[in-house]
């Protein structure tokens, strides 16, 4: 088994090698980019700004229990910057990557799976295009691009939820709550989030890629490599956030 891993990390890297080239084609690559971006991008704005208002709602009621239960009193001022926090911190560019890893992952691996299973990515290695390259690397470039973007307003409406969940609760009030946002924060953690995100953004484009490309049998098949695209990706997320928060915030 251990054998086998290591050899499809080589292979996943010889498929990474072949993809990170310059485009044969510029004009081609830069259509293939923009369809990427709305495929990937634009369409997943509806779910990030979903999951984004209710995990910021969620996220600042249990920072008011919390503060509540503590033995000592804290300032409800304190809900909002927690919430603000955190939301940069983990849960916008980690659980957001997640959910993408899931929605965009299995599209990738779908795809790509379906043109290797119909020949249509032989055809293009017959043709002498460099099928990883033209395939992949839209997909990265799209993904490392426009993630960032979707995490900066993921933070923005998960704060917003919070907001909203005190005026629902009417546990705190919105001017404790928008003093607590207000408060200082070190500036590293914002650059710390969108790094982290633009390597998740590196995965999610990558590895169902790799999965799909090497996809061998039917439409069955097809399937079974999005599965194991999504549930490796999201693996790979959770371990990479791991060596990066001991990496910049030990």
């Not at 996809?215 to 990479?240: F, P, Y």
């Amino acid at each position: 088994m251990l054998k086998n891993l290591f050899s499809q990390v080589g292979a996943y890297f010889i498929l990474l090698g072949k993809t990170l080239k310059r485009p044969q084609k510029s004009s081609v690559f830069f259509k293939l980019l923009m369809r990427e971006i709305y495929d990937l991008g634009v369409n997943s704005f509806g779910l990030t700004l979903f999951t984004s208002t209710f995990v910021g709602a969620v996220v600042a009621i249990q920072m008011y229990n919390n503060f509540s239960a503590s033995t000592f009193p804290i300032p409800n001022s304190f809900i909002g910057y927690a919430t603000k926090v955190v939301l940069i911190l983990e849960f916008a560019p980690t659980i957001i990557s997640v959910i993408l890893a899931g929605k965009v992952g299995s599209y990738i691996a779908s795809s790509i799976g379906t043109m290797r299973v119909t020949e249509q990515i032989d055809a293009l290695d017959i043709m002498g295009v460099n099928s990883p390259n033209f395939l992949i690397l839209p997909k990265i470039l799209a993904s490392v691009i426009f993630n960032p973007l979707l995490i900066a307003i993921s933070i923005v409406f998960g704060i917003w939820g919070g907001y909203l969940a005190g005026l629902a609760t009417g546990s705190w009030s919105k001017a404790d709550y928008i003093t607590g946002i207000q408060m200082y924060m070190p500036q590293h953690f914002i650059w710390y989030a969108f790094f982290k995100t633009a390597v998740f953004a590196f995965l999610i484009a990558t590895i169902p890629a790799y999965f799909g490309y090497n996809v061998k049998g039917g439409s069955l098949e097809v399937g079974r490599a999005s599965t194991q695209a999504v549930v490796w990706t999201i693996v790979a997320i959770i371990v990479m956030n791991l060596i990066l928060t001991q990496m910049f915030l030990s």
